[in-house]
């Protein structure tokens, strides 16, 4: 075996037993330039899975905020603090992830109606009330969501809808 093949076969090693070393050894060897040294395969692994947690994350933060615009709009007699919190909470996430990963934006959009229809199951099951009660298509724009001015009003038949 080559002194290289070696250095790689302890690198790749070192990927199950200590995930921090191992970072910090790949980094150096590819500061250092010594691309063949380098934990190729596990490093490409790792950077996909980086986007992929990314994307996941945007996507809970916007689903969450979603379901707590929902409750705060149809279920204003029960508005709290908490709510309050949880909506200043997640457009902050949203907004610190388009800060360091701008792309992520157009992703966003794409996954917007797809994570609406997700948080009126989830206002559905919080709040006891039916599915129905929520519009089929968002009552808010993709503006109005990321707006930290914006919280919506009483829907005006939310009286009627338990």
Do not use: C
């Not at 302890?10 to 995930?19: G, K, N, R, V």
Request: net charge negative; no cysteine.
């Amino acid at each position: 075996m080559t002194t290289i093949q070696s250095t790689t076969t302890a690198i790749t090693s070192l990927y199950e037993q200590d995930f921090y070393l191992w970072l910090q050894t790949n980094i150096n060897l590819l500061k250092e330039g010594k691309f063949a040294e380098v934990d190729l395969e596990n490093l490409l692994e790792e950077l996909e899975s980086m986007g992929r947690s990314d994307k996941n994350g945007l996507k809970s933060n916007l689903r969450v905020l979603l379901m707590h615009l929902l409750k705060y709009k149809y279920q204003p007699e029960n508005q709290t603090n908490s709510w309050n919190y949880t909506i200043i909470e997640h457009r902050i996430r949203l907004r610190d992830t388009f800060k360091t990963s701008p792309s992520l934006y157009r992703f966003f959009e794409e996954i917007f109606n797809e994570s609406y229809q997700d948080a009126r199951e989830l206002a559905a099951a919080e709040t006891g009330l039916s599915i129905k009660v929520f519009p089929s298509e968002s009552p808010f724009t993709v503006e109005e969501v990321l707006n930290a001015d914006f919280l919506p009003a009483e829907s005006e038949d939310s009286e009627n809808m338990e």
